[in-house]
């Protein structure tokens, strides 16, 4: 089994920062780590939204339009975890933040629709005030 734990969300002022982070725990499938893993949001009222999404080496990245040149996506597979480095931020940018993995998926591909993944953490909450 795959546990996903994310940290790091918090209040913070508009054209703040923050970083999340999220490590893996449990069956990791190879010595390899972790597969594709991406971020999604969600904000209340609405639906769950891409954020940005990294392939198991890194190599591949994929970003929502909205936090291009905001937002960066790394991974450490040596610790087992993902971060999402948020500045510039926006009231809008205020939602719950999931991470997500495709364990086992060495394919090289950044994924950005979230049935693609198999496992998720519970979520940190970012706030964003005017």
């Known amino acids: 089994q795959v546990q996903l734990v994310e940290s790091g969300g918090g209040l913070v002022q508009a054209g703040g920062s923050l970083r999340l982070s999220c490590a893996a725990y449990?069956?990791?499938?190879?010595?390899?780590?972790?597969?594709?893993m991406g971020w999604f949001r969600q904000a209340p009222g609405r639906e769950r939204d891409f954020v940005a999404a990294?392939?198991?080496?890194?190599?591949?990245?994929n970003y929502a339009d909205s936090v291009k040149g905001r937002f960066t996506i790394s991974r450490d597979n040596a610790n087992g975890t993902m971060y999402l480095q948020m500045n510039n931020l926006k009231p809008e940018d205020s939602a719950v933040y999931y991470c997500?993995?495709?364990?086992?998926?060495?394919?090289?591909?950044?994924?950005?629709?979230?049935?693609?993944?198999?496992?998720w953490g519970q979520g940190t909450q970012v706030t964003v005030s005017s």
């Open positions: 997500a993995t495709r364990a086992g998926d060495y394919s090289g591909t950044a994924y950005l629709f979230s049935h693609e993944y198999d496992y």
């Open positions: 990294i392939s198991w080496s890194g190599g591949s990245t």
């Open positions: 449990g069956r990791t499938f190879s010595s390899y780590g972790m597969g594709a």
